[in-house]
């Protein structure tokens, strides 16, 4: 099946430095990224998709200008935290739709390894 | 709202314990529902996706099946590698972005030998 790959697995960083997460669909082109963050015992939330060649779309409440997106190619989208805190320690997981055709909902959603941030 | 809602939120069962996972949803129209597994520290695994109440799918030892509120997830005879935490997500039928799912909070399945 379709393979996404995130790097890095774990980072650590000090309070007020910014870290970048790279999303990567290794065998098919996907136009749209999804960035997910996850909370241990809690659901995956949404916080934003990622759009190849245009502006990243935000879920209420989470803030752009911390959270930077960045799709600049057909296969790769980045995530950027920028001056961490310790409140932004998480599981970041990235996913990409494989194959889509006139909107109907074709393919499927396939999720990175995600990415364990903790701020210190 | 949209919500989706798993039960239990753990489960254990002992090898070859058959049992069933339940995901309840409520959103304004469903375009797809969607399972996966999750192993501590990786991301989600994906399983099945199921479109419309009646649909049943199979892999190994899990079935899937959905109805207009609910979908269930049978586990089989599990065995210990089963033991994950399976998620249940919705995509509903509104806005056009493809692949913005819903997830419940999943439900820890332990099977002991």
């Known amino acids: 099946g379709a393979v996404v790959s995130q790097h890095p697995s774990r980072v650590i960083c000090k309070s007020g430095t910014s870290v970048k997460i790279e999303c990567r669909s290794l065998d098919f082109q996907a136009t749209t990224m999804f960035w997910y963050r996850q909370f241990p015992k809690q659901s995956l939330m949404l916080m934003a998709t990622?759009?190849?060649?245009?502006?990243?779309?935000?879920e209420q409440g989470v803030e752009k200008d911390k959270f930077l997106i960045n799709h600049a190619s057909l296969t790769l989208s980045t995530l950027t935290v920028t001056s961490a805190h310790p409140e932004d320690s998480s599981f970041y997981i990235c996913s990409a739709r494989s194959g889509t055709s006139g909107g109907a909902l074709t393919g499927e959603l396939f999720f990175g390894e995600g990415s364990r941030l903790t701020v210190l | 709202e949209d919500q989706v809602t798993q039960s239990p939120e753990a489960l254990r069962l002992q090898e070859g314990e058959s049992s069933s996972l339940n995901c309840s949803y409520t959103?304004?129209?469903?375009?797809?529902l969607f399972w996966y597994r999750q192993d501590p520290g990786k991301g989600p695994e994906f399983l099945f996706t199921l479109y419309s109440a009646g649909e049943e799918k199979e892999k190994e030892r899990l079935k899937a099946t959905l109805t207009k509120k609910e979908s269930f997830l049978h586990i089989t005879a599990p065995k210990p590698e089963d033991s994950a935490t399976y998620l249940c997500a919705v995509q509903p039928d509104r806005g056009s972005t493809l692949g913005r799912l819903y997830f419940g909070r999943g439900t820890q399945l332990t099977v002991w030998p």
């Open positions: 959103v304004s129209g469903l375009r797809g």
């Open positions: 990622s759009n190849e060649g245009s502006k990243a779309t935000y």
